[in-house]
């Protein structure tokens, strides 16, 4: 009789797992370049599919215990994505982006690179100015056309709820609309490092703090291979210091006049954490340091006309590198450059990695039920050597 062992069948426990892990490492192999909204995310050397896994977990997947923490007040199992995104409120942002289509206003966060969906450059820009010859007519029409095909594709829900757009006659669902991802793994070319791209209406930041949050106050990070998270929520090419410089002064100036409106105050403290791979001109964190930081100088000047906040307060800027209260987290990979603005209260000690905070946590929490139990013992000593002894009797 050989002693060969057989190998399980289509049906067992292992085929199942190869199966599952075939179908991640299928999804992190995507051809789409790196860019757009996402999440930057280090990993364990050779276990980028693995950390794939974990991520869709966090983001997809149901958290009872988070869920019902008394500070999310939630009795029901959700998802993160829906708990921060339901869907009246993704009802509302169809409707304030619907608004800006049809005012020709650009979109908040389209730098368009990345992007796996159609989009036109007419759409995000304002109508153009009075024809002055026959031929701009035409270019009306591409306008009006380009507007109207946006609003179409947000009342069938593209981005939001899924559905992007239909399938194409050769395709076997024939007639069915294709879903579109919330979030898709990027194959980013670089070891230890994985890219997860949101799809609108998901902001990274919001995404991001709430994992944070959540292993902060539970001290259980939910994973082995994921490690650092870093939200990007602008990107453009890095080859172009201009653009740039452009990107970044823009959602500087959102991200500084937004904290300072919430928290009603004028004066900001900030650090800058630039994180550069495979990438070493024209950009780099000598460079980095100074252009944003110039940028974030002038929000003490008064705004121009062009100003993403016209009407927004003079501030008072300064890093602190100790207690910030905003952090700008700057991420060169190959040509692709993003940037993201992080609460520092977040961000401080463990800088969004997601086991260090979680051992932190777990850390003083023990010290704290030691000192509990230290000082417990501290009263109870005291109280057991006042007590008066009994006569013994014959």
Aim: charged share 25%.
């Amino acid at each position: 009789m050989s002693t060969q062992r057989k190998g399980p069948g289509k049906g067992g426990k292992r085929g199942g797992k190869a199966a599952s892990g075939a179908h991640r490492a299928a999804i992190y192999n995507s051809k789409r370049p790196v860019g757009g909204k996402g999440i930057f995310v280090t990993c364990i050397r050779g276990k980028e599919s693995r950390c794939v896994g974990e991520m869709y977990d966090i983001l997809d997947e149901a958290s009872p215990l988070f869920w019902t923490l008394p500070v999310v007040k939630l009795t029901s199992s959700k998802q993160v994505a829906d708990r921060l995104y339901p869907s009246e409120r993704i009802e509302k942002m169809k409707i304030a982006r619907e608004a800006q289509l049809q005012k020709g206003e650009p979109l908040e966060g389209d730098d368009g690179m990345g992007e796996d969906e159609p989009s036109t450059e007419e759409a995000r820009l304002a109508p153009a100015p009075a024809p002055v010859a026959d031929d701009s007519d035409d270019e009306d029409d591409d306008i009006e056309a380009s507007i109207q095909k946006e609003l179409a594709a947000l009342k069938a829900g593209r981005g939001g709820t899924g559905v992007t757009k239909t399938a194409s006659k050769d395709d076997k669902g024939k007639g069915k609309a294709k879903e579109r991802p919330r979030f898709q793994s990027i194959e980013t070319g670089t070891e230890c490092l994985c890219f997860i791209a949101t799809a609108w209406p998901y902001d990274p930041v919001e995404l991001v703090e709430a994992i944070v949050s959540e292993v902060q106050e539970t001290g259980q990070s939910r994973t082995r291979f994921a490690q650092r998270l870093s939200p990007t929520t602008i990107t453009c090419h890095s080859s172009s210091v201009d653009q740039v410089e452009l990107q970044s002064a823009r959602l500087i100036e959102q991200a500084f006049t937004s904290w300072a409106t919430a928290n009603q105050t004028t004066t900001i403290t900030y650090q800058i954490e630039p994180s550069l791979r495979s990438h070493t001109a024209p950009l780099s964190r000598a460079m980095l340091l100074p252009l944003l930081g110039s940028q974030i100088s002038r929000l003490s000047s008064a705004p121009t006309v062009s100003s993403p906040c016209p009407s927004r307060p003079l501030l008072s800027v300064r890093a602190d590198l100790k207690n910030p209260d905003l952090v700008l987290l700057p991420t060169v990979l190959k040509n692709c450059y993003g940037l993201s603005i992080v609460e520092g209260k977040l961000w401080r000690g463990k800088k969004f990695n997601l086991e260090q905070i979680a051992m932190e946590v777990r850390r003083r929490k023990g010290a704290e039920e030691a000192t509990k139990g230290k000082e417990a013992a501290t009263q109870v000593g005291p109280e057991a050597a006042t007590e008066p002894t009994q006569p013994v009797q014959d």
